[in-house]
DNA sequence: TTTTTGGTTCACAACAAAAAGAACCAATTT
DNA sequence: AAATTGGTTCTTTTTGTTGTGAACCAAAAA
């Protein structure tokens, strides 16, 4: 492939992402700042190569890195002697994926918990459904802790 | 528990389980009424009865219907000799949630595979994290068929 | 001490999404 | 045929989100 046509392509990808991670809950600016660090080849990049690459205002980078610092999509590094922060995206996002899986897998199961307890019948067709999911999503939940063990140990 | 305190806790729950909805992209009418389809006791609405329960407009109401229904979250069962359709949520999410996680999964793998497609170094701190990432998720989505099986056979 | 660097914070404008309300429409009832 | 029911659709209003630019600030350099 091309140098240039690479670009592009990548520069396309980073739109993606965008998109995906908007639908996520993620603002447009910070989605595309994740897009950017995941697929350029350049790894780190500075408060101004941002504001600089993605053509944005100084206030929408700041407030975009730290949302995503909270969320512990990016990290940043410093270097003695340089007062810049260096961002990059977070390394153990693998381990990161299984669990944000898991905890919501968690919270819906204390939310339909939380129903079934309220239901005056307990036989009614909502009850008995919601139980059902609650049994399908718990085995699930149980499994996945021998999943993350045997990878783990796989590797 | 007492009855008044039962149906505050379920109101309570239909706003909770609305803004979780939120969360996953629906609209705040289109989320609390899965809240309230989910949670109440009364297990089929009907148009009307969910204008006045929820003191929204007539469109808003309409225009999240249509919403809900093509997202196939909830579903209308009619009576003969009457022209309501009445609301409910749909019965088989148990199998929903598990091939909406896989689906996701999965199309996180293809992004990532581009990703790294497109890295001029693969040796490269991102490529290397990024096929990590791709490894533990690959590992993931297959095993979560062996799962479903699993589960259906138990049952 | 003043200036520069590397940002942050705040007020506001532009835009988008949500909801309301009115008008409308097709079936059914009267 | 007229009125009612059970909604839908369109326009407007309200509300919320995004991003900008200017002012600001602390640390470092001059």
Redesign the pocket.
């Known amino acids: 492939m091309e140098e240039s046509e690479r670009l592009r392509k990548q520069k396309e990808l980073i739109e993606y992402i965008g998109i995906q991670h908007?639908r996520e809950?993620?603002?447009?600016?910070?989605a595309?700042i994740v897009g950017l660090l995941m697929v350029m080849d350049k790894e780190e990049y500075?408060?101004?190569e941002i504001v600089e690459e993605m053509?944005?205002?100084?206030?929408?980078?700041?407030?975009?890195?730290?949302n995503l610092e909270i969320r512990g999509m990016i990290e940043?590094v410093t270097y003695p002697?340089?007062?810049?922060?260096?961002f990059r995206f977070v390394s153990n996002r693998a381990d990161g994926i299984f669990n944000e899986i898991q905890d919501k897998l968690k919270q819906n199961l204390e939310t339909i918990r939380q129903i079934i307890e309220l239901k005056k019948d307990p036989a009614s067709r909502n009850a008995v459904f919601l139980k059902n999911i609650y049994k399908g999503m718990e085995f699930f939940a149980r499994k996945m802790d021998d999943l993350k063990r045997e990878y783990n140990s796989q590797q």
């Open positions: 908007q809950g993620y603002q447009p600016v910070a595309r500075t408060f101004e053509q944005i205002s100084k206030s929408a980078v700041s407030m975009a890195l730290k940043y002697g340089d007062r810049k922060r260096y």
